[in-house]
């Protein structure tokens, strides 16, 4: 499995979890088990990403709340401020009008609706409004901007369930 603390790595790790878990009783299952947690250390034990694109950022940032689910990490991430710190650093390059900057090889709303769903995770995990925030602002602008119904963002408007499991609406 790929190795580091940026988004394919999570994302292919979350799948590896997610299928150890699926068939337990597979002889493959403690490989993937294992191949998962050496990610998840990868990138928890220092609490951030070295990515430095905003399309990617909001990938890793959706897989590794699914990551910490699949290995029983999911309180040791709420409990971890440098996690927080860096929810927060994303967050606040949110705009009022929904909008985040492009750098890296990002554009504006590129791949929008897994910020959607990392913010309304980050605000259920923290019982914080201001990631509730950024997540509807982005979906407005999203969805005005760069419609769900466009080719391009089909396959990860799978993601959506994702922000409505994670939504608190207490």
Known sequence: IQRGNYNQPLSRAAGQALAAKIFPDSPDAPKWGAAAENVWHDWFDIGDTTENALNYNCIFLTYSFELADLLGHTKQMEDNPAVRKMLER??????????????????????????????????????DSTFRWAAEKIFTAGMKYRPLNQDALLPTSDFLPLAIRWTDTS
């Open 90 to 127: 994303f967050r606040d390059q949110v705009s009022p009008a929904g909008i985040t900057p492009g750098y890296g090889d990002s554009g504006e709303l590129d791949d929008w609706v897994f910020w959607v769903a990392a913010f309304e995770r980050a605000a259920s995990t923290w019982h």
